[in-house]
């Protein structure tokens, strides 16, 4: 069993500051339930000690409530009955452990609870109580299994978008690049040769890509050289490239195919409508917090006073870009982001920020 159950951790914050949160919040709960049962039943006890009897029995109950959920032994019973038996276990064993627990608060003998006198009162407020804070923890519980559903269905979506992007894409590509290498077969061996192993390298890439869900940096870059090789082939002189990509952060990790439509957009839309030649540049970076990749080309730019909406361009450029921000949005949340920024004479650049995560990281 792993270190941390799942169920715990859909119920406990992660950060320091959210445990405190937390427990304070559960430190008011039992203060407020103190409060009310001393109005209700006036002379019941003083306000004080029955203070600390049941922020004993409340915070006994919680921790044993999670020490439940850690054993794991309840996860194969259905939500509803699960925490029906918690509830039988954790509620009695925080009222007679957390009772100990206040005696020794007070400085007072330890002693078996009602061996004098027993008030069912304090038992039934208890369980009444205890009950509330169990069905806050169900429903938080659902909520957060509700929400990582929805969280996995929406990044699924998003991949078979992508699979069906690449699935249109790729015979295009590969139909375009037949097309040019029948062509030089004829008259330039040599070019058709170097084609051909390009060919082979960013299939290859783009297959394996499509098996798993995060490459190394250094592969999605390799990946682009060989697509810009084959389109420089291509272009002829038209077009010229440049990668940077520092030693640090070749093995980090992001997206399959990630920075692909970006330079598809930049070739298409930008490049190959211009008259004469230009140029693209994809340069990472590390900055605080996480990686910057700048997807930047002298082409045709942006339309006049139009912003980086996707409505600002044509339709299959909107469509590559609105990708990108999906995956990223879903796979990273509002951390990342995709911007667009206009360059001076022409040209755009597409800015990428994937946020700092050392779990994503190569072995």
Known sequence: MSATSPRIASL?????????????????????ASTLLYFLVPGIETYPRLLVFHECVGLTMMACVFVLLRSGRFDRFRPALRWLLIGLIAIPVGYFLGHQFAFIALGEPMRMVGHQQISLIPILFTVLV?????????????????????????????????????????PHMLFNSLANVRSLVREDVDRAESMIDQLIVYLRSALAASQTDAVALSREFAQLRAYLDIMALRMGPRLRYRLELPAALERSLVPPMLLQPLVENAIKHGLEPKVGHGSIDVVARALHGGIEI???????????????????????????????RDRLRVIYGPAARLDLERREPTGVCAVVFVPANESRRLA
């Open 130 to 170: 205890g009950g509330i804070a169990l069905n806050y923890f169900a429903t938080r519980e659902t909520l957060a299994r509700e929400a990582t559903a929805r969280s996995e269905a929406q990044r699924l979506a998003v991949e078979a978008q992508l699979r069906l992007l690449r699935a249109q894409l790729d």
């Open 12 to 32: 406990w914050p992660r950060s320091l500051i959210g445990s405190a949160s937390f427990v304070g919040a559960a430190v008011v709960f039992w203060a407020l």
């Open 294 to 324: 700048r997807v930047s080309d002298t082409g045709l730019g942006l339309p006049p006073d139009e912003g980086d909406e996707p409505g600002a361009r044509p339709a299959g450029a909107s469509y590559g870009l609105q990708h990108v």
